[in-house]
């Protein structure tokens, strides 16, 4: 793969500083909508180039023809997760040959290192603890731990020179490279995972303004596009939305935070205490109403219902009327039924006034715990790691990493006010009601 082939054929474009931080891809004439930039397929990196590189096939070979077994799951590396292994095994493969790689020249336009979690100081990331993105990055390293210590008595036995050169380090930044760089694109009908010189520049913005990616079979180009009904792009950076990602997978696969995303999401975990003598009914309550004890809210109160509906079984009391309500769930088989046996406003708005107003203090006491202990995180970390007083130097590693957490919090708070505001005016409405 030869990076100079990519700029002979995408004359319009040069790489340079973004405004987001390191470097980025920009349009030096005006271009599109259509096919703003198209990469050869010669020059993509996919399983069909792989398998055309005699250097790496016999590992390949050996690969799809030997099961990678995870012995405590008995499960085996298949279909998507073994082409993704695949394509990390052969940027490792190439990063050890050295100056003797086919791929030297795109190589070297990968960053050496990263910022996603995986790679964050180890104060910023223990100062995170007890949030949903330090509970990610966590099951996320164990997940790659498991899946390189696998890797390495696997292919021992018939590669002992590449497994012994194989580290841990290496493995990381290739991983990282496909998570963050790799396109998922249909080439023939077939799915397919592929890295795009140069295309693998084009940074993030939710209202970027390349919206497609497709590979084209005449031009047998991989090809992105501004949408067809806007005006031709003007010479400056190319942006294009990754997807519908909140700030924690931006973290965690990318390596940077967006103020105010619009995707942004807060978990919230809920259990049930073992020795609550109505738990097993509360479970099967939760499963026919398409409930769970993991919920999930958004901005303007998305996922709120599921939320509630949640709470309000959980706070159930022991008592004869929750018992009745209980058993007509118990006998309901679908929702079809359920209706007929619990009235619709019971399920859609409250189960008693008595359990409404637990429910509503419960939320209003869980999320002001959230706001507090959220509050107080963003707070330490911006106090520990303040930015750097002259504008022109840039941030240390724990400085950005300590920056880009202060967003992702931030994300979190504008939930939890919106969400604790809403309870707090419900919980006013309760108190009118019952005083009249």
């Known amino acids: 793969v030869k990076m100079e082939e990519v700029a002979r054929v995408c004359p319009h474009v040069r790489v340079g500083e973004s405004a987001f931080g390191g470097r980025g891809l920009f349009t030096i004439t005006p271009c599109g909508p ?4 198209a990469i050869p397929e010669h020059v993509l990196i996919s399983k069909h ?9 016999p590992l390949l070979q050996y690969l799809q023809t030997h099961e990678i077994k995870y012995p405590q799951l008995d499960v085996v590396i298949t279909g998507d997760e073994l082409e993704n292994l695949v394509l990390v095994l052969y940027l490792c493969w190439h990063q050890l040959l050295g100056a003797s790689s086919s791929l ?3 190589l070297q336009t990968i960053p050496p290192t990263y910022t996603t979690t995986l790679y964050w100081p180890d104060e910023i990331f223990a100062a995170l603890e007890g949030s949903t993105l330090h509970t990610a990055t966590v099951n996320r390293r164990q997940e790659l731990q498991a899946l390189f210590t696998l ?7 018939a590669f002992p020179a590449f497994v012994s050169s194989l580290s841990w380090e290496l493995f990381l930044w290739a991983t990282t490279t496909v998570d963050s760089r790799a396109f998922r694109v249909l080439v023939d009908g077939v799915e397919t995972l592929l890295l795009a010189p140069l295309a693998d520049m084009i940074n993030h913005a939710s209202d970027g303004r390349i919206v497609s990616r497709r590979f084209d079979s005449a031009l047998r180009c991989l090809v992105f596009s501004a949408a067809p009904d806007t005006a031709p792009l003007a010479p400056g950076e190319l942006l294009m939305p990754y997807g519908a990602l909140d700030t924690a997978r931006l973290l965690l696969f990318y390596g940077f935070a967006e103020a105010n995303n619009p995707h942004d999401t807060l978990e919230l975990q809920f259990d049930v205490p073992t020795h609550d003598p109505l738990a097993q009914q509360k479970l099967a309550a939760l499963e026919v109403f398409g409930c769970s004890l993991a919920c999930t809210l958004g901005q ?3 996922g709120l219902p599921r939320l509630v509906m949640t709470v309000r079984v959980l706070v159930l009391d022991d008592e004869p009327q929750s018992r009745e309500w209980l058993g007509k769930l118990d006998a309901a088989q679908t929702i079809a039924e359920l209706f007929e046996t619990v009235p619709e406003y019971e399920m859609v708005r409250v189960i008693s006034l008595l359990n409404e107003r637990h429910t509503i203090e419960t939320l209003c006491s869980t999320l002001g715990s959230m706001v507090q202990r959220t509050t107080a995180m963003q707070a330490s970390l911006a106090a520990a ?8 130097v840039p941030p240390t590693p724990a400085q950005a990493a300590a920056r880009d957490a202060c967003v992702f919090l931030e994300g979190q708070l504008a939930i939890l006010r919106e969400t604790s505001a809403h309870f707090a005016t419900c919980l006013c409405s309760l108190n009118a009601l019952s005083s009249l």
């Open 34 to 37: 259509e096919n703003v930039l």
């Open 49 to 57: 180039s792989i398998a055309r590189d005699s250097v790496f096939l």
């Open 151 to 157: 890797l390495q008595s696997a292919l021992a036995p």
């Open 104 to 106: 030297q020249s795109y």
């Open 385 to 392: 790691h303040p930015p750097p007083t002259d504008p022109t």
């Open 300 to 302: 303007g109160l998305a």
